[in-house]
């Protein structure tokens, strides 16, 4: 069965040559297969755009990834900024004293971990040998070919994107809890000492058999003892 009609080479080499994909003989027919394209002009001229794409989307992961870093230093600092201010309160004679350096340390790590982190995922994928692109390539259309790769550099860019908040998401949510843990268990040992300070004044207050040198002399001993006094004092009313 002949295969070209008329003059029509291209209708040869694209409508008329299913029959030789895969084929081994290397007789007759056009010789065509998936592996490779048509000719090396349309060979070339698909390795430029896939250069062209790299460029392009090279530029836009950097730019993209420089402002992620940029809100990522600008809202960890300020983090690290409140942190630093409850350190330096005074609660009921204890500070929590959260560990700044190590939250510090997470911010480098985190930066270090954005960088290249887009760009690594686009690069990963524009090769002709990536499942999903080299079907897309292999479009005899040009139009329609650009269209596809372009539809399918953006979604690999919002992918890459994406992947990547998972990681500064899961980050920022180790912070928090290494930090509300620290926080948590600082005021599960300030309450534990006010407790017991109040209960210690309460039992100056109750002690009637007592002279009054016995009581201030009580008196000094646990506000020496705990440093509490003049804060609880209101509370029991001594």
Do not use: W
Not at 146 to 156: Q, R, T, V, Y
């Amino acid at each position: 069965m002949g295969c070209c009609v008329g003059n029509c080479g291209f209708c040869c080499v694209v409508d008329c040559c299913i029959g030789d994909f895969g084929s081994s003989s290397g007789g007759g027919g056009c010789g065509y297969s998936p592996s490779r394209n048509t000719t090396e002009d349309t060979a070339q001229k698909i390795a430029n755009e896939l250069a062209v794409m790299k460029e392009k989307y090279d530029k836009s992961a950097r730019k993209e990834e420089a402002a992620i870093i940029k809100e990522i230093n600008s809202a960890m600092d300020d983090f690290i900024a409140s942190v630093e201010k409850v350190n330096q309160k005074d609660f009921g004679g204890r500070k929590f004293d959260i560990n700044v350096a190590n939250i510090r340390r997470k911010k480098e790590k985190l930066t270090h971990d954005v960088v290249g982190h887009i760009g690594g995922v686009i690069h990963d994928r524009l090769t002709m040998t990536d499942k999903e692109l080299s079907v897309i390539l292999k479009e005899a259309d040009d139009d329609k070919r650009a269209k596809n790769f372009e539809k399918f550099c953006e979604d690999l860019f919002e992918s890459a994107k994406q992947s990547l908040v998972v990681e500064i998401q899961k980050t920022v949510a180790e912070q928090q809890k290494m930090v509300r843990e620290e926080i948590t268990n600082r005021i599960q040992e300030i309450e534990a000492s006010m407790k017991k300070a109040i209960a210690d004044y309460e039992a100056i207050r109750d002690m009637e058999n007592k002279s009054i040198e016995e009581q201030e002399l009580m008196k000094l001993q646990l506000m020496y003892k705990h440093g509490l006094y003049e804060i609880v004092g209101d509370h029991v009313g001594i």
